[in-house]
């Protein structure tokens, strides 16, 4: 069994085609969230002539404290005219006590806006009106003293735990792309075995005092590390190099992908045995792989799709399995006690799959 | 030493293999010849333990391998009829590999690849990849793989097939010196019988899944001793004068070849001046006429009607 997994690396070495789904995750990565993750969305801002200079410059001063928008000074005409071009979704325009919002399309993140701003306005209005009653300047500072330290605090938390809107938007981008590439990666290193056995050199293996078992055994193990090792590597260079935040639960998260991956291993053996030549192997890897990740919601959430049957469908998937408990464990901390159902799902759907597959490999 | 008996394999309800018994002794060289389609490869299957054969069953010293085919496995070495190596790696790398499936390691798998190479003639460019290597060179790497565990029993099927004729006679000559010199039993499968003829002592001619004949060189040609083959170049094709002759009473068998015709008939027969007659009443032109006795490819032909080679 030795022998044949040192092999494989040995042809790993020699042509090491496998290195192209490990980048190819890293640039879809970083593409659809590493990029986005510390970018602000860009308001265009002006003002009206009734302003003045401090003024404005105070309220630009005070909607910048926001975590989520950057609002930048531009001319009227250039902001209207960027907004109507689709180059950016909002502009405002800011009066001396009011405010004009300018939306192209519907864009979610307006009401997030439209909040903020409006809170902003109605905070320093209200304190203007405040410091005109009390005549004193002092108000505006015992004020901000006062909620440096304040006796009463809301902090909103979701049920789910401390887990961030973003935090969730990246990490679904990162294990769906990381989970979905990793199929090609197993399923094309078990085309070895195919090749192997059009090519001769099973056959070989076979008359040697080799057994059988071993030399599945060593094919098996050989494309569960390159595939295991392979979500790994690009899981340690998100949260090393982009900073993703993967929780603390690396155990869990181990014995997750080990499922998952020994699944794929043995969705590759169900496929060898239903195909007959390496050429359809190749063909229908790119099929099913992107028929499993696209049900099984690694390109999206699968909480988006609302129509029942092909939720139904999702349950079938080992990926939404493996989704479903990174994200637990990765998200809201849970343990393996606490994700017993998916991972159980996964090694059920493994062990089916490698049962019938070497079964109909070797009826031949 | 070893022996198959009434050895059979069906696929898809059309028999491949048909009832083979044969035998080999220690240290001799024993041919399989037969067409493509004949069967061998199948009969070198089962005999080798990667086939069940549906019925029959073959044994090492009187024990049965298909009951139990780690003995077999051990003590045979099998060259395919494919070229079945690691295209991607080099020579030195595939014979590591086929020396510790083996159960070879270090000193003695280095050792024995060193022995290989040398025999096969390719120790300078160990380290290059396979796929650059010719049809040739791929072809002895592939008989090199086949003889790290110095096996007991050689069986090679069809090891010359579409390679330059140095390496065919690199072969050949190893093949040869392996039986000769260091008594290795050898099953030598092959449908060209100038081969076999060369190599081996004893032969087996298949066809259809059956053997139609056996037994040493000399006696298989001595079914035909009683005939000689005559061939004939005519100017040009000629098909009426080649009819004609296969209508003579006195002609065993009249086929077509490239330069014209060629004859076989009972020894002795005076045949040839009848031939000279039809030619001169087709006026057809007799460039050349060789009288020869029989080959094997004769034999073959004599036994099945059809030339080994299409
Ligand atoms: N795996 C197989 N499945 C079906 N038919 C086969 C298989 N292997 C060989 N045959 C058939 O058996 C016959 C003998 O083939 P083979 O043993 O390869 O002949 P040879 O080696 O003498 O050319 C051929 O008609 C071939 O088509
Ligand atoms: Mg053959």
């Known amino acids: 069994m030795k022998s044949v997994f040192l092999l494989q690396w040995r042809r790993l070495y020699r042509a090491p085609v496998m290195l192209v789904f490990l980048v190819l995750t890293i640039v879809f990565v970083s593409l659809l969230a590493g990029a986005n993750s510390e970018n602000k969305l860009t308001v265009y801002t002006f003002f009206d002539s009734a302003l003045t200079d401090e003024g404005s410059d105070a309220w630009l001063e005070k909607l910048n404290e926001a975590e989520l928008f950057e609002f930048r000074e531009a001319q009227e005409e250039e902001a209207r005219q960027a907004v109507f071009a689709g180059e950016i979704n909002f502009a405002v325009q800011l009066m001396n006590d009011d405010y004009r919002l300018l939306v192209a399309a519907d864009d979610p993140n307006r009401f997030l806006l439209e909040n903020y701003v409006n809170q902003v306005f109605a905070e320093e209005l209200r304190l203007r009106e405040a410091e005109q009653q009390s005549s004193g300047g002092e108000i505006r500072t015992s004020v901000e003293k006062y909620m440096a330290d304040p006796p009463l605090q809301a902090v909103t938390t979701s049920l789910e735990g401390e887990g961030s809107f973003k935090q969730e938007g990246q990490l679904q981008v990162l294990f769906g792309m990381s989970l979905f590439f990793s199929i090609y990666t197993v399923l094309f290193s078990l085309m070895n075995i195919a090749e192997e056995k059009r090519g001769g050199t099973w056959d070989r293996m076979i008359i040697s005092p080799l057994r059988k078992w071993q030399v599945y055994l060593g094919h098996m193990t050989f494309c569960f590390i390159v595939g295991f090792a392979q979500i790994v590597l690009i899981f340690l ?128 | 030493m070893l022996e198959t008996e009434a050895l059979r394999k069906v696929f898809n309800g059309k028999a491949a293999v048909d009832g083979i018994n044969l035998y080999m002794e220690k240290g001799e060289s024993v041919g399989l010849l037969g067409p493509n389609g004949a069967g061998k490869s199948t009969t070198i299957s089962m005999i080798s333990s990667l086939v069940r054969p549906t019925s029959g069953d073959v044994m090492l010293h009187g024990k049965s391998t298909v009951k139990d085919p780690s003995q077999i496995r051990r003590v045979l070495g099998v060259v395919p009829q494919e070229i079945a190596l690691y295209q991607e790696l080099t020579a030195y790398e595939n014979l590591i590999f086929f020396g510790r499936i083996y159960g070879l390691r270090g000193k003695v798998l280095e050792k024995k690849i060193a022995e290989v190479l040398e025999l096969v003639g390719l120790a300078d460019r160990q380290k290059e990849v396979v796929k650059t290597y010719s049809g040739g060179m791929q072809r002895r790497i592939n008989m090199a793989a086949a003889m790290l565990h110095e096996p007991e029993i050689l069986i090679m099927d069809e090891p010359t097939v579409g390679i330059d004729p140095q390496s065919r006679s690199h072969i050949l000559e190893t093949v040869r010196r392996l039986n000769q010199e260091k008594g290795l039993t050898v099953l030598y499968t092959s449908h060209y019988m100038e081969e076999v003829e060369r190599l081996c002592d004893r032969v087996y001619i298949m066809d259809h899944g059956r053997i139609i004949a056996s037994g040493a060189k000399d006696e298989l040609k001595r079914i035909l001793s009683g005939e000689e083959t005559i061939w004939i170049d005519l100017d040009r094709p000629y098909p009426k004068l080649l009819s004609s002759l296969q209508m003579n009473e006195e002609i065993i068998q009249a086929t077509e070849t490239e330069k014209g015709v060629k004859l076989i008939v009972p020894k002795g027969a005076r045949i040839l001046a009848s031939v000279f007659q039809e030619a001169e009443h087709h006026q057809v032109q007799i460039v050349n006429v060789n009288v020869q006795t029989p080959t094997l490819e004769d034999v073959f032909l004599h036994l099945t009607g059809r030339k080994l080679r299409d």
Request: proline share 4%; hydrophobic share 55%; with cysteine.
């Open chain 1, 237 to 364: 260079f998100f949260h090393y190099v982009f900073g993703f935040d993967l929780g603390e639960r690396y155990g869990t998260m181990a014995v997750i992908l080990g499922c998952y991956t020994f699944a794929v291993v043995a969705l590759g053996l169900l496929l060898m045995g239903l195909v007959k030549t390496p050429q359809q192997l190749q063909a229908v890897i790119p099929i099913v792989a992107s028929a499993i990740a696209m049900l099984g919601g690694a390109f999206w959430p699968i909480e988006v799709v609302t129509n029942e049957i092909m939720l139904a469908v999702s349950k079938g998937m080992p990926i939404f399995y493996g989704i479903d408990a990174l994200k637990g464990a990765a998200l809201y901390d849970r343990g393996l006690s606490e994700l017993l159902h998916p991972i159980s799902m996964m090694m059920l759907f493994g062990v089916a799959c490698m049962g019938i597959g070497i079964n109909l490999m070797e009826r031949r």
